[in-house]
C-alpha cells in the first residue's frame, strides 16, 4: 500500500512539473480602438473572421504571435491585428511556478525530461507579417559595404517592416551603430536606443533613394536620362505601368508597333512617354528606333494610333471632384501628426471616421459619423479613376481616408501613429482597400 501511494506521490510530482513548464498565459485586458475589429482563426488576414469587435470594447489577450494578439471576446476566442488594440499594461506571460522538490523512489520512475518555458521575445520573427511588403533579392547588386552614416532622414521602426510603429527619427549624416542585420533591414543603435531602417540608407557611394516600401524595385540606382525613339515591338501589346513594377497599377495599354519616347531607364524597365502620357514599360517589349514599315493603309494606322490614344487617357465618364471635395483634401494636410483619440472628431484628436467627417465638413460636405454611412455617400468611384478629394473605403467598411493624389491618402490610423499620409499602392494599406466615393 505504501508503495502506490509513493508512487502516485512521484507521479504527481512529475504532471506539475511539466503543467507548469508547458503553459503560459497572459493576464492582460485591452481596449478596442478601431470602430469594428475583425476577429480572425487564425493569425493572416487570410483566415475566418469568427467576430466582431466594437470600438472601445474591452477584450481580453491571451497571447501575442507576430503583430497578432490571442484575444477572447464576448465567449469568442480568436485572433486580432495589434495595433487596433490598446493595452495599459506591458503584455508579459506569467509562468505557473515549477515545482523543484527532489524526487526519490525505490521503484523506477518516469526520467524527467527538460522541457523548455515558451518565451515571447522582442526579437524580430524571420517570417514576414501579412502586410509586410515582398521581399525581393537584387541578382545585379551595386553596392556591397554598409556604413555607420545615414545617406538620408529617416524613420526608425521597432520591428523590421514599414507597418511597425516608428520609434525615432533620425537625420542625415548621423553616426549609428549596427547592431545586426536581417534581410533588406539594419538594427542600429542611436542614443542608447535601438531601431530598425533600411539598409540602403546605410550604403557607401549610392545615389540617395526613398524609403518607400517597393516591391520588385531590384537596386537604388537613379534612373538614368534619356531621350530616344522606340516603339512597342510585342505582338500583343503591353500595359502602360505607373511605376517600374508588374505590382504597381497598369494606366493604359499600348498596341504593338506603337511610337514612343524613352525618356529614362530604371533597371530593367523604361520610363516612356506617349501623347503626353508617362509611364513605364519593360524593356524587353520595347525596341529602339523607328516602328517597321506595315502595308496597312493610312486610315487603318490612323485608327491604331487612336485607339492606343484611347487606352492611356483617363476616363471622362464619371464627373471629377468638387471644389469642396478637393478643398477638404488640401484641409486634411493641415492636420497630420494629430493624435487619434477613439470617438474623437476635432483637431485634439480623430478616429478615422471622425477625420474624415471634419474635414469634408469644414469644405461645405456634411457626411455621416460611420464609417458605414460615409461608404454609401455620394457616388462610386473606381481605382483608376481617383482623384484628390475622394473618400477612400478598406475591407470590411470598418476604416476611412481621404485620398490626395500620387497613391496617397490621409487617415487617422491607430493611437500609435495618429493622423498620416499612407499609399493605397504599397505596405498593408494596398491589400485592405475596397472602394471610393466622391462628392
Known amino acids: 500500500m505504501k508503495k502506490i501511494h509513493k508512487i502516485a506521490l512521484v507521479l504527481a510530482i512529475i504532471l506539475a512539473i511539466i503543467t507548469g513548464l508547458t503553459y503560459t498565459t497572459f493576464a492582460v485586458t485591452g481596449k478596442i480602438t478601431t470602430e469594428t475589429l475583425r476577429i480572425r482563426i487564425k493569425p493572416t488576414t487570410d483566415s475566418k473572421i469568427v467576430g466582431m469587435g466594437d470600438m472601445g470594447d474591452s477584450i481580453e489577450i491571451l497571447g501575442e504571435e507576430e503583430g497578432w494578439y490571442k484575444v477572447k471576446y464576448k465567449g469568442i476566442e480568436g485572433y486580432a491585428y495589434k495595433d487596433y488594440i490598446q493595452t495599459s499594461e506591458q503584455i508579459v506571460p506569467s509562468t505557473s511556478p515549477t515545482v523543484e522538490e527532489p524526487i526519490t523512489s525505490e521503484e ?30 537584387n541578382p545585379n547588386p551595386v553596392i556591397t559595404e554598409l556604413g555607420d552614416t545615414l545617406n538620408k532622414d529617416t524613420s526608425a521602426y521597432l520591428l523590421p517592416n514599414y507597418t511597425s510603429v516608428k520609434i525615432a527619427e533620425l537625420k542625415q549624416n548621423e553616426q549609428v551603430k549596427i547592431v545586426t542585420t536581417l534581410a533588406n533591414w539594419a538594427k542600429v543603435e542611436s ?29 537604388t540606382e537613379e534612373p538614368q536620362a534619356l531621350n530616344e525613339a522606340a516603339y512597342i515591338s510585342s505582338n500583343t501589346g503591353v500595359n502602360l505601368r505607373q511605376g517600374p513594377s508588374t505590382e504597381t497599377e497598369a494606366i493604359g495599354r499600348l498596341t504593338p508597333r506603337t511610337k514612343i519616347t524613352i525618356i529614362a531607364e530604371e533597371n530593367d524597365w523604361y520610363k516612356v512617354t506617349f501623347n503626353g502620357q508617362e509611364g513605364y514599360v519593360a524593356k524587353r517589349l520595347v525596341t529602339k528606333g ?40 488640401s484641409i486634411a494636410q493641415n492636420y497630420i501628426g494629430c493624435s487619434y483619440v477613439y470617438g474623437g472628431s476635432s483637431p485634439e484628436g480623430f478616429d478615422c471616421s471622425g477625420f474624415t467627417s471634419y474635414c469634408y465638413a469644414q469644405a461645405g460636405i456634411q457626411l455621416g459619423r460611420t464609417t458605414y454611412a460615409q461608404a454609401t455617400q455620394g457616388i462610386a468611384v473606381s481605382k483608376s479613376e481617383l482623384q484628390a478629394g475622394d473618400l477612400i473605403v478598406f475591407r470590411g467598411t470598418s476604416h476611412v481616408g481621404i485620398y490626395v493624389g500620387n497613391g496617397q491618402f490621409i487617415h487617422a490610423s491607430n493611437p500609435s501613429t495618429g493622423v498620416v499620409y499612407d499609399s493605397i499602392n504599397y505596405g498593408y494599406w494596398a491589400n485592405q482597400y475596397q472602394s471610393a466615393r466622391r462628392f
Open 191 to 219: 542614443n542608447s536606443k535601438e531601431a530598425w531602417i533600411p539598409k540602403t540608407l546605410l550604403m557607401k557611394d549610392v545615389s540617395q533613394t526613398s524609403t518607400e516600401p517597393v516591391d520588385e524595385q531590384p537596386t
Open 108 to 137: 523506477p520512475v518516469v526520467s524527467e525530461q527538460p522541457v523548455e518555458t515558451p518565451v515571447v521575445t522582442p526579437e524580430p520573427s524571420v517570417e514576414p507579417t501579412p502586410e509586410e511588403p515582398k521581399e525581393v533579392s
Open 290 to 329: 523607328e516602328p517597321p514599315a506595315v502595308t496597312e493603309d493610312v486610315s487603318s494606322r490612323n485608327a491604331s494610333s487612336r485607339a492606343a490614344q484611347a487606352e492611356v487617357t483617363p476616363s471622362t465618364q464619371t464627373a471629377p471632384a468638387s471644389a469642396s471635395a478637393v478643398s477638404a483634401a
